[in-house]
C-alpha cells in the first residue's frame, strides 16, 4: 500500500522577495513471502535432490512478513533580487524517514551427506537439514537536514556569473537482528 500527500505555498512579499514551502508525507507497506530453494532448475520442488549442492547454497521455506517506511519531507526557499542583475536564493530541507520491517521463516541449511553414496547423493556433497524456525528484523530512523546558498550576478552583457554551495548532514540509528546465523 502506497500513501502520498504534499502541500505547497508560495508567498510574495515583494516583488524581488519571495518565500516558498513545502511539505510531503509518504507511507510505503509491503507484504513479504515465499522462499528460496536451490535446485536443478526453476521452481525446483523442495527435498529433490540437488547433486551440486554446497555447503553455502542456504535456503528458506515459507517468509512471511511486512515492511512499512514513513517520510516527512519540509523544505522552504528564499529567493531575493536585492539589485536588478543580482539574485540570491537559500533553501533549507529537513528529512525523516523510519524504516520497520519484520520476517520469520524456516531456515534450510546444508548438511554433509553420509552413506550410501549415490549418484543423487554423492561423497563430499550436501543436503539439506531438517528446517529451523527463525526470524529477523531490522528498524531505521533517519533524520536528513540540508541547506542551499546561490547566487547569480547578470550585470555584464554577454556574462553570466554563478556560485553554489550545499551542505548536507545525517544522523539516526540502524537495529537489525536475526535468530540464526547463515
Known amino acids: 500500500d502506497l500513501f502520498s500527500g504534499h502541500a505547497i ?3 510574495r512579499i515583494t516583488d524581488s522577495l519571495w518565500f516558498t514551502a513545502g511539505y510531503s508525507y509518504t ?13 536443478t532448475h526453476w521452481d525446483e520442488a523442495f527435498g529433490e535432490p540437488v547433486p551440486t549442492l554446497g555447503n553455502r547454497d542456504h535456503a528458506f521455506i515459507d517468509l512471511a512478513g511486512m515492511s512499512q517506511t514513513k517520510e516527512n519531507l519540509f523544505n522552504a526557499n528564499l529567493f531575493w533580487m536585492p539589485l536588478e542583475n543580482l539574485a540570491i536564493v537559500s533553501g533549507f530541507r529537513y528529512t525523516h524517514e523510519n524504516f520497520d520491517a519484520d520476517s520469520t521463516f524456516l531456515a534450510e541449511e546444508p548438511v554433509k551427506n553420509t552413506p550410501p553414496f549415490t549418484p543423487q547423493n554423492p561423497s563430499g556433497g550436501f543436503h539439506y537439514g531438517p528446517p529451523e524456525p527463525a ?3 531490522r528498524t531505521a530512523d533517519y533524520d536528513l537536514f540540508a ?4 547566487l ?3 550585470g555584464i552583457k554577454d556574462w553570466s556569473f554563478y556560485a553554489e554551495g550545499e551542505w ?6 540502524v537495529n537489525e ?3 540464526i546465523d547463515e
Request: charge should be negative.
Open 9 to 11: 505555498a508560495t508567498t
Open 27 to 39: 507511507t510505503l507497506q509491503n507484504d513479504l513471502s515465499g522462499s528460496r530453494i536451490f535446485g
Open 135 to 137: 526470524n529477523g528484523a
Open 147 to 150: 541547506q542551499r546558498l546561490e
Open 152 to 154: 547569480r550576478f547578470t
Open 168 to 173: 548536507e548532514e545525517e544522523y539516526g540509528h
Open 177 to 179: 537482528f536475526q535468530t
